[in-house]
């Protein structure tokens, strides 16, 4: 594996653990695997007039899976499920098509921790790692009825 994928900011990110854990009764609650890498994560959230008022998630996985769980254990509290699935879509723009990974810019829009993602865009294996955690957040968005 290349070092260029576990940078310092990736490498923060997965230490900061935001959101790490689970609630004791969350109103939706997901599991998702990738069964190439044996990654797993599991979601639980709290939805309240249409945004998501607490998200707790455990993973099972690499750091880049860990990292992106905390990026959304961060930024989710308060958004819209809109809000939420326009910035999973900009970040798999970022990481399957490469938009804006080749001069390391960001998409116009994405959370800041996101464009610590861009490496990962020359790593197609790598891809899912990052992007189930929010698969996860997807699912658990539908679930919740959310639009």
Not at 47 to 66: F, K, Y
Not at 127 to 138: D, N, Y
Request: proline share 4%.
């Amino acid at each position: 594996m290349r070092d260029d994928l576990y940078h310092q900011a990736i490498l923060d990110l997965a230490r900061q653990a935001t959101g790490h854990g689970r609630l004791e009764a969350p109103q939706v609650s997901v599991r998702v695997d990738n069964p190439l890498c044996g990654d797993r994560v599991t979601l639980d959230l709290d939805m309240a007039d249409g945004r998501v008022s607490t998200l707790r998630h455990q993973v099972r996985g690499c750091l880049l899976c860990q990292a992106a769980a905390t990026v959304i254990g961060a930024r989710a509290p308060g958004q819209s499920a809109a809000a939420l699935r326009e910035n999973a879509e900009r970040l798999r723009r970022l990481i399957v098509d490469g938009a804006g990974a080749a001069d390391g810019a960001a998409i116009q829009g994405l959370w800041p921790e996101l464009a610590a993602f861009a490496p990962v865009h020359r790593h197609k294996s790598r891809h899912e790692c990052v992007l189930l955690p929010f698969t996860a957040l997807g699912r658990a968005l539908e679930q919740a009825g959310s639009e």
